[in-house]
């Protein structure tokens, strides 16, 4: 059984940290592209980071560009979100993903195929 499990979140306020971190269990880890994408109430899902397995290249949204830093632990099946300096416009729910196919879009979330529950994140201003 493939799962996901993502913890971390809460509530900080403005300026402050978060790290999330995701488990993973039951797939190729070491081989899947690991992703996160969060979700406002009343807004669709979007992108947030990416990491590929092969090369361990970074994507990132531009609204998080210098604040956040995604990275992974192959030997612990677990990717990370260094979140800071965060805004009230971050809260959101932070899912992680995962997919283990090659050449397709990383910043998609049509690309990956597993998804974790997701953990909340709220920013007081």
């Known amino acids: 059984q493939i799962q996901l499990v993502e913890s971390g979140g809460g509530l900080v306020q403005a300026g402050g940290s978060l790290r999330l971190s995701c488990l993973a269990s039951?797939?190729?880890?070491?081989?899947?592209?690991m992703g996160w994408f969060r979700q406002a109430p009343g807004k669709e899902r979007e992108f947030v980071a990416a990491?590929?397995?092969?090369?361990?290249?970074?994507y990132y949204a531009d609204f998080v560009k210098g604040r956040f830093t995604i990275s992974r632990d192959d030997a612990k099946n677990t990717v990370y979100l260094q979140m800071n300096d965060l805004r009230p416009e971050d809260t959101a729910v932070y899912y992680c993903?995962?997919?283990?196919?090659?050449?397709?879009?990383?910043?998609?979330?049509?690309?990956?195929?597993?998804w974790g529950q997701g953990t909340q994140v709220t920013i007081s201003s």
């Open positions: 993903a995962a997919y283990s196919a090659s050449s397709l879009i990383v910043i998609s979330a049509r690309s990956y195929n597993f």
């Open positions: 990491i590929t397995w092969n090369d361990k290249t970074t």
């Open positions: 039951g797939l190729p880890f070491s081989r899947s592209t």
